[in-house]
């Protein structure tokens, strides 16, 4: 069963977690100039994907910012952040005013077209704690995302993410959720994805 949402600001998620859209949450203009910049002056680089026990590489590229020496760890890979640019720190700051949190590291994934893609899984690491906010922001062409129940593998959300949009998951979405960009036949171009994360400090 499969369900395609037009969601904006209301609950996508029947259940047990919540996760909001915001479209045009960054003006066509702004969106635009970031779009450019990223694609543009972000050294991207294609990690290993050590899914299905056999190395191989990952079908898109990304990058790694956040605070000085944090690290990011996650299916058997470990990243350490590149310092804060002048354009990630500005929309940071614009998320965490809106949303009221905090962040302290941004994963950026590179979708070239729609031959590249991100298989199903949960932002659920223990370095993020048991209930992240998560803060996912869209720049370039609109790209389907969907979410499935963890255990039970449906019900399937499915909701378009386009430029300039931003997409918050918060309370339980990670423990029951799972999510995915899957790929596509349809010419699309190129999409630049922002994932904001708070990394909890050892103490």
């Given at each position: ?26 003006s ?36 790694f910012f956040?605070?000085?020496d ?61 209930y ?54 349809a ?17």
């Open positions: 069963m499969q369900h395609l949402i037009d969601a904006d600001h209301h609950n996508i998620l029947p259940s047990h977690g919540e996760a909001l859209l915001f479209p045009d949450f960054f066509p203009q702004e969106s635009n100039l970031y779009f450019d910049y990223f694609k543009s002056d972000v050294s991207w680089i294609q990690e290993p994907d050590f899914g299905l026990d056999k190395k191989r590489m990952q079908q898109r590229l990304t990058a956040g605070e000085q944090l690290e990011y760890s996650a299916a058997g890979l470990t990243i350490k952040a590149k310092s804060w640019t002048s354009p990630l720190l500005n929309i940071k700051e614009k998320l965490e005013a809106k949303f009221e949190a905090s962040f302290n590291v941004c994963l950026l994934n590179y979708y070239r077209d729609g031959k590249d893609y991100m298989n199903w899984h949960r932002d659920n690491e223990h370095a993020i704690g048991a992240p906010v998560i803060v996912s922001v869209s720049f370039g062409s609109t790209r389907i995302f969907q979410f499935r129940d963890y255990k039970e593998k449906i019900p399937v959300v499915s909701l378009e993410l386009d430029h300039g949009s931003v997409l918050l998951m918060k309370m339980q979405t990670q423990e029951h959720w799972e999510h995915r960009v899957p790929k596509t036949t010419l699309v171009g190129p999409r630049i994805n922002l994932t904001f994360k708070l990394i909890l400090k050892k103490e």
